[in-house]
């Protein structure tokens, strides 16, 4: 009985154990649609249409055919280097991912 007192109070102390296991959060695309053009518009198109202004850099609305949102979603949050060297490395939170990669499903097109 004691054992079972003492694992509730530490999921209480780790700020509930129920929220670890919860699903990602939905995302808001007009946030996402701020953090894309904050973050990511000095190198990539962000709008549904336009040139990257750097012409290395894929137009956001074409990514997400090559990148699965679920792992975009964890490597923005992760904050790992997105397959190469040449992006800054992004520090985000989880929602700022899901806002981010929501306002991305509004923009995407077929890669020309
Ligand atoms: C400093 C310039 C720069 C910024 C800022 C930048 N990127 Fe990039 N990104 C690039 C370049 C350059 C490439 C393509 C490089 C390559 O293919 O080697 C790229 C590629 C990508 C890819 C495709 C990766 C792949 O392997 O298919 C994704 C997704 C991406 N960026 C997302 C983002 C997001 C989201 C942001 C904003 C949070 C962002 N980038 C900000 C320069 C940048």
């Known amino acids: 009985m004691r054992s079972i007192v003492t694992v509730a109070l530490i999921c209480l102390a780790l700020g509930g154990c129920a929220t670890r296991t919860s699903p990602a959060p939905v995302g808001d695309p007009v946030e996402g649609q701020k953090v894309a053009s904050d973050l990511c518009s000095s190198c990539h198109s962000v709008g549904a249409r336009g040139e990257s202004p750097n012409h290395k850099a894929p137009p956001l609305r074409t990514v997400l055919s090559a990148y699965p949102e679920d792992k975009l ?6 904050a790992v280097h997105i397959s ?4 800054p490395q992004f520090f985000f939170g989880e929602t700022h991912a899901a806002d ?13």
């Open 73 to 78: 979603v964890r490597d923005l949050t992760d």
């Open 100 to 112: 981010l990669v929501a306002y991305l499903k509004t923009i995407q097109t077929q890669p020309e």
């Open 84 to 87: 190469h060297l040449k992006m």
